[in-house]
T-cell receptor, first 110, second 117 residues
């Protein structure tokens, strides 16, 4: 089974700061998805990246898919307390298995 | 309507009980999923139904029995569970599910918090 490794595992920063979290694999994925999950709730899809080198923006969130389609990043500009949550990346590996990374737990301090 | 609903929200059951979890979507999606999520862990796929047929069973013990009565409904029947089965059970749906292709966009329900005593 391929792995999706997310880093950092935890991140606590002040409101207004910028941050980047990562989702890395040694294998190629046809697409990767990013979700945000709040405690006691199901994950909510933020974006799907499909093309190597692709950049997608969602308000203050910028998602990038690596040229080789092995990694992805999420950059948040001017973080707000509402951005607090667990950020998960997900994809289907070469065995067609749906896998999630372990997530980055983000806490934005007001 | 992009909502996936799950009932009940919370469930406490004994190891000898039989209970069922329900999931419903009205987005016209033809694929539905069950995931199990333990505390501080990512979701783990259990089952995938595509066009009301079971496509994927991730070697889940037989004490978990899925059922897809129609394209909008997905049930998970529980029998003789163990305390270690306590977890958040998430249902999701997507437009389709195809082997060999990338992930379709999944819409998750809020989950059922299951406690086995």
């Amino acid at each position: 089974t391929q792995l999706l490794e997310q880093s950092p595992q935890f991140l606590s920063i002040q409101e207004g700061e910028n941050l980047t979290v990562y989702c890395n694999s040694s294998s190629v994925f046809s697409s990767l998805q990013w979700y945000r999950q709040e405690p006691g709730e199901g994950p909510v899809l933020l974006v799907t990246v499909v093309t190597g080198g692709e950049v997608k923006k969602l308000k203050r969130l910028t998602f990038q898919f690596g040229d080789a389609r092995k990694d992805s990043s999420l950059h948040i500009t001017a973080a707000q307390p509402g951005d607090t949550g667990l950020y998960l990346c997900a994809g289907k590996d070469r065995d067609d298995k749906i896998i999630f990374g372990k997530g980055t737990r983000l806490h934005i301090l007001p | 309507d992009t909502e996936v609903t799950q009932t009940p929200k919370h469930l406490v059951m004994g190891m000898t009980n039989k209970k069922s979890l329900k999931c419903e979507q009205h987005m016209g999606h033809r694929a539905m999923y069950w995931y199990k999520q333990k505390a501080k862990k990512p979701p783990e796929l259990m089952f995938v139904y595509s066009y009301e047929k079971l496509s994927i069973n991730e070697s889940v013990p037989s004490r978990f029995s899925p059922e897809c009565p129609n394209s909008s409904l997905l049930n998970l029947h529980l029998h003789a569970l163990q305390p270690e089965d306590s977890a958040l059970y998430l249902c999701a749906s997507s437009q389709d599910y195809r082997r060999g292709l990338g992930l379709y966009e999944q819409y998750f329900g809020p989950g059922t918090r299951l406690t086995v005593t």
